[in-house]
């Protein structure tokens, strides 16, 4: 039975040695290399319950030194690049690496282990040394015992060993509540929106959006940093507290819960699109086949019938009245190659894409519907998407209104619910007429009033400025400011570090 969505600190979803060289088992763990005859569906015979689906529009640099195993989601616009067998990359099974991320082995291999979930956005690229996310291991792991806050530093331990004692009790108190079940070795981790890793995310860790973990830092398991910090010493990357003084945090069943509903949903969509494509005699949907996982097109609903969007749909284009409205099928579009390079899939509702940029994604394959009004600019390489639904009905929406301004590499994502001061709510993530969004911005489960400014870098979580009447609390939101849902007006909680 799928697990529930539930309320989690904010650095999920925005969020010992370096792995070395892949090793044997490594290798073993990646048999599929990413060459033509392996995609879009690795391998091409495999069960669609096994099978890994890579989007036509991701792009591979030195493709047969980038391997992937069984179960794993590449998404729309995600660039894997590797330059030889010793600096490759390396995706084990179940993992997904979601729209426009970059993964780079730059001197050294990227190592993308078992369970591993890389957001939109999010980078993992090497500078001279292995980079890795889910490659450490958790092991061993100490039975449920006492919270990791009270536990003290025993006579001849080190500061490190320490720490890592500590986020393995973590860690192991927050699968126990969660009700989770994984092998030390096979813990989920997460690296979040516009996110940048540089050196290791081990098993049970969480890097969160627009944070940076730097060479040579490694964050152990059983932590999570907040957004927008920069771990750049061990130091802070072993000290959990509260966001305004620290970078880290410990890991709860939240953040447990919320990975494994990750993970749920992108082995769903790897089987869906791998049936989609496979419907070469629309058997399923009229609109399936191979050209359906290109362009513009469905969504995988009704191939992967799990609980979340079980049913496909075209977009929509050509509305003149503004969102959010009804969807009308006499608008529905299916368009293997348009004129952008773009993906544009589900029940995506727009008035129109004149202005629409290269590597825009809009995946309404989860959450839905996405309502879009018209003069809308997009910049290059803009990601939108939505959680599932918790229960039918919950709104998971996201609304970007007439002439709104969306730049580059922006990441708007709907959830409908407030991850960092609790509570499920049915708002959508809405981008009233006329705002701007800035180059490299996060914005998840937030209402940023018409014409309201949102600088480069800035990250919003659970934030609105639209008061009762229309009024606006604020307009300008400075570059790298991050607010949540409690930061007062005019004031941002801290900025982002790098």
Known sequence: ???????????????????????????????????????????????????????????????????????????PFARLEAQSAAHGVCIEEASNIQDNTLLKANGGPVNVGHHAIIAHGAEIVGDGTPVSI??????????????????????????????????????????AEAGAHYDC??????????????????????????????????????????PGKSLNSQAEADTPGPFNTHKVRFVTSGDIVFMENVLHVN??????YTLQYRDTARAVHPFGG???IRGIGIDPGSYHRCAFNNSSERPTIGYTQPPPRPRDVTLAV????????????????????DKIANHTSIRADEGEPF??????????????????????????EIVVEDRARIGKRAVIHGGGRNTRFGGFGDEPTSIRAGAFIGEDAVVFRSDVGAGTHVGKK?????????????????????????????????????????
């Not at 792995?19 to 995609?39: H, I, K, W």
Request: proline share 10%; net charge neutral; charged share 20%.
């Open 185 to 226: 070795d096979e813990v989920p981790a997460f690296i979040g929106f516009n996110a940048l890793n540089q050196s290791a995310i081990s098993d049970g860790a969480l890097l969160a959006a627009a944070g940076r973990l730097t060479r040579g830092v490694v964050l152990r398991p059983g932590y999570s940093s907040y």
């Open 371 to 396: 309502g879009f009004g018209r003069g809308i600019k997009w910049k290059f390489g803009t990601t939108f998407h939505a959680l599932e639904p918790d229960v039918e009905g919950d709104i998971r």
């Open 1 to 75: 039975m799928r697990l529930r969505h539930v309320v989690i600190a904010l650095g999920l979803i925005l969020a010992g040695a370096l792995a070395s060289s892949p090793s044997a088992s490594a290798a073993t763990a990646c048999p599929y290399p990413l060459t033509p005859e392996n995609r879009p569906v690795a391998p091409p015979t495999a069960p669609a319950e096994t099978a890994t689906f890579t989007d036509p529009t991701a792009d591979t640099s030195g493709a047969d030194f980038v391997f992937v195993s069984h179960k794993d989601y590449i998404a």
């Open 267 to 272: 082995e769903c969509l790897a089987r869906g």
């Open 134 to 175: 889910a490659y450490r291991s958790a092991c061993p792991l100490p039975p449920p015992g006492p919270d990791p806050n009270i536990l003290m530093r025993q006579p001849g331990e080190s500061a490190g060993k320490f720490a890592e004692r500590r986020g393995r009790q973590a860690l192991a108190n927050a699968l």
């Open 334 to 353: 299916s368009d293997p190659n348009p004129s952008k390079k773009i993906r544009i899939i589900g029940d995506a509702r727009l008035g129109d894409i």
């Open 458 to 498: 800035a990250v919003l979580v659970g934030w609105s400025n639209v008061r009762p009447g229309g009024v606006l609390s604020e307009t300008t939101i400075p570059d790298r400011c991050v607010k949540f849902q409690e930061t007062p007006p005019g004031e941002c909680a801290y900025f982002v570090e790098w």
């Open 290 to 292: 191979p050209d359906s």
